[in-house]
C-alpha cells in the first residue's frame, strides 16, 4: 500500500511559535520533526511500500522528510494536497492518508487501522476513538466529542481511501464547508433526519455511515480503534506542551 502523508498548508498558530516554521509539521518535539515521527511510525509498518511526502517545495530537501520515498507539491487547501498525493496512484487501490501532527502514532495503531480497513473493503475509512479508550490513557488531552448511540468518539488522524472517490469526496468537503454555518444547508445536504438525531445523540454510526454512503456513491465507514494515539494531535499552543510530555514519558516507557 501507499501512504500519504499530509504536510503541506501555510503558517498557524503553532508554526508561529517558532520562527521560519512553514507550518506546524515541521515544528520539533523533543528534537525530532512532528511529520518526521509520523514517517518514521508508517516505515516500521508492514505492508507500506511507498512514502508520499506532501509538503512545501522549499521543505523537500530537509531532514525532517528524509524517510520519504517522494515529496510532492502542497496545496493551498487540503483536497489540493491530497490531489498532489495521489495522482497517478492505482485508481481502485486504496492509498493510507496520514496527518503529519500525530506526536505518540505508533506502528501497532496504524496496523489496527489497516487492518479493520481493509476487511471492510471500503473506498474510504476513518479512524476514530471512543472516550473510554482515550480517556483510559490521554485523560489530559482535550478532544471534541461526538455524541452517538454507541459511545464518545472523536475522529482520528489516519483514513484510507481508493483515489477514484476523490472526486466525490472533495465536492462534499466543498459543500460542507459552504453550508457549515446554515443548519438548513447542512440538513438539506446531510438529511433532514440526520441532524437531529446527531443533536440529541441517537445516531447511531451505521446509520451515519450509511448516509455518508449515500452522498459518496461509494462504500464510506468509521473504523473504530482502541489505540487513542491516532487521535493525538498538535492543533493549539496548549497541545505542545502535552506533546512534549508525552514523547518524554514514551521515550522514559511510562507510557
Known amino acids: 500500500m501507499n501512504a500519504i502523508v499530509l504536510a503541506g498548508g501555510g503558517?498557524?498558530?503553532?508554526?508561529?511559535?517558532?520562527?521560519?516554521?512553514?507550518?506546524?509539521?515541521?515544528?520539533?518535539?523533543?528534537?525530532?520533526?512532528?511529520?518526521?515521527?509520523?514517517?518514521a511510525a508508517l516505515r516500521d509498518t508492514p505492508g507500506i511500500e511507498r512514502i508520499i511526502a506532501v509538503a512545501p517545495v522549499a521543505m523537500h530537501g530537509s531532514a525532517a522528510l528524509a524517510g520519504a520515498d517522494e515529496c510532492r507539491v502542497d496545496g493551498a487547501r487540503m483536497f489540493e494536497s491530497l490531489e498532489s498525493g495521489l495522482g497517478g496512484l492505482p485508481p481502485d487501490e486504496p492509498a493510507l492518508i496520514a496527518a503529519s501532527d500525530l506526536p505518540v502514532l505508533t506502528t501497532p495503531a496504524i496496523v489496527e487501522f489497516l487492518t479493520a480497513?481493509?476487511?471492510?473493503?471500503?473506498?474510504?475509512?476513518?479512524?476514530?476513538?471512543?472516550?473510554?479508550?482515550?480517556?483510559?490513557?490521554?485523560?489530559?488531552?482535550?478532544?471534541?466529542?461526538?455524541?452517538?448511540?454507541?459511545?464518545?468518539?472523536?475522529g482520528g488522524g489516519l483514513a484510507a481511501l481508493k483515489p477514484r472517490v476523490l472526486p466525490a469526496l472533495c465536492a462534499v468537503l466543498d459543500d460542507l464547508g459552504r453550508a457549515r454555518k446554515s443548519p438548513l444547508r447542512l440538513a438539506a445536504l446531510l438529511g433532514w433526519d440526520i441532524l437531529p438525531r446527531f443533536a440529541l445523540g441517537s445516531l447511531t454510526v451505521e446509520a451515519a455511515e450509511r448516509r455518508a454512503s449515500a452522498i459518496l456513491h461509494a462504500p464510506a465507514g468509521a473504523i473504530a480503534c482502541t489505540h487513542p494515539e491516532l487521535a493525538v494531535n498538535v492543533d493549539r499552543l496548549s497541545d505542545i506542551e502535552l506533546a512534549v510530555g508525552l514523547v518524554a514519558a514514551g521515550a522514559k516507557g511510562d507510557g
Open 117 to 154: 480497513a481493509q476487511a471492510r473493503d471500503l473506498d474510504v475509512a476513518y479512524a476514530i476513538v471512543s472516550q473510554s479508550h482515550h480517556f483510559a490513557a490521554y485523560r489530559n488531552v482535550p478532544h471534541t466529542w461526538a455524541k452517538m448511540v454507541e459511545g464518545r468518539f472523536c
Open 11 to 39: 503558517p498557524d498558530v503553532v508554526s508561529a511559535s517558532v520562527p521560519g516554521l512553514p507550518n506546524k509539521a515541521f515544528l520539533e518535539i523533543g528534537g525530532i520533526a512532528l511529520v518526521a515521527r509520523v514517517i
